[in-house]
């Protein structure tokens, strides 16, 4: 199983950039997809969540309103949309997949099968 996120980068405060990740050898829509973050000394936090089929999402009150999470189960990825973008938003930006069944334990990172290596953001003030 291989995760690989992409589109990760320098970007002014305020602006928009969007995260993709990209899955091999796995049965993509047999996995809810998430985006966790961890920043340098800090510990890694929940981003944002979507279900197997799309249907629903989950979103980590710092950013609900800002990022859109997404998924194309015909090209196995899932994107990360982040508007306004805060400096606060700076972070090692990581995608994991979810085995069925656990949707209500989506917030917990031990709760997830696979991870991706990750893509730095950094926003500038």
């Known amino acids: 199983v291989q995760l690989v996120e992409s589109g990760g980068g320098l970007v002014q405060a305020g602006g928009s950039l969007r995260l993709s990740c990209s899955a091999s050898?796995?049965?993509?829509?047999?996995?809810?997809m998430g985006w966790f973050r961890q920043a340098p000394g800090k510990e890694r936090e929940f981003v944002a969540a979507?279900?197997?089929?799309?249907?629903?999402?989950d979103y980590a009150d710092s950013v609900k309103g800002r990022f859109t999470i997404s998924r194309d189960n015909a090209k196995n990825t899932v994107s990360l949309q982040m508007n306004s973008v805060k400096p606060e938003d700076t972070s090692l930006y990581y995608c994991?997949?979810?085995?069925?069944?656990?949707?209500?334990?989506?917030?917990?990172?031990?709760?997830?099968?696979?991870w991706g290596q990750g893509t730095q953001v950094t926003v500038s003030s």
């Open positions: 050898g796995l049965t993509f829509s047999n996995y809810h």
């Open positions: 979507v279900t197997w089929g799309g249907d629903s999402t």
């Open positions: 994991a997949a979810q085995s069925l069944g656990r949707w209500s334990r989506r917030r917990w990172d031990q709760m997830y099968d696979y």
